[in-house]
């Protein structure tokens, strides 16, 4: 009956319009974990088409500290931030997730990047990151070969992150080193 219940959890959240789907993100979490080791991820891409990427977001909000959980239990935190989060020394989750409240993605994904990578404290990073988006932004499109796309892709899974991720840090440590 396991087995059944967490693939019903699953096709209930991950399938279909996204409209009126139940919103208990740790349940999901949970059943994702259990199926993605009883099935493998190949059945359960194919089974839900979702990507190895967002079962990656889905499976790290069991990574989180208790206190950072209960901010997805309450919504606040959603599957994104939650896995970026789950990037995080446990004892800095809690923190970052009530600095995170309110933030769009890229400013969430800046402020687990400058916690991450910077000798910053939670509070620090997060005035930086006002900063940084009180600033105009501009957005860099690069075309890319479908092999060049499918080569990042596998470079961004075996670092254990995301394209977006991978390019920007390859990029900031390309200007900070000029």
Known sequence: M??????????????????????NLIAVARAC??????????????????SKTQLD???????L???????????KIGMEKGYLLAKLNRDLQAEAAREMIG???????????????????????????????DKKIHLLVLPLTTENYVKLQKIADSANTNMHDLALSALEDLIDGQ
């Open 103 to 133: 933030m769009n993605g890229r400013e969430a994904r800046q402020l687990i990047h400058l916690l991450r990578h910077k000798d910053m404290s939670v509070p620090e990073a997060r005035e930086l990151v006002k900063k940084v988006f």
């Open 57 to 63: 977001w889905i499976d790290a909000i069991n990574d």
């Open 2 to 23: 396991g087995e059944e219940k967490d693939a019903a959890i699953l096709m209930a959240n991950l399938k279909g319009s996204k409209k009126n789907k139940p919103s």
């Open 33 to 50: 974990r259990r199926l993605k080791a009883k099935w493998g991820l190949a059945k359960m891409k194919e089974m839900y088409d979702i």
């Open 65 to 75: 500290h208790e206190d950072a959980k209960k901010f997805v239990r309450q919504g």
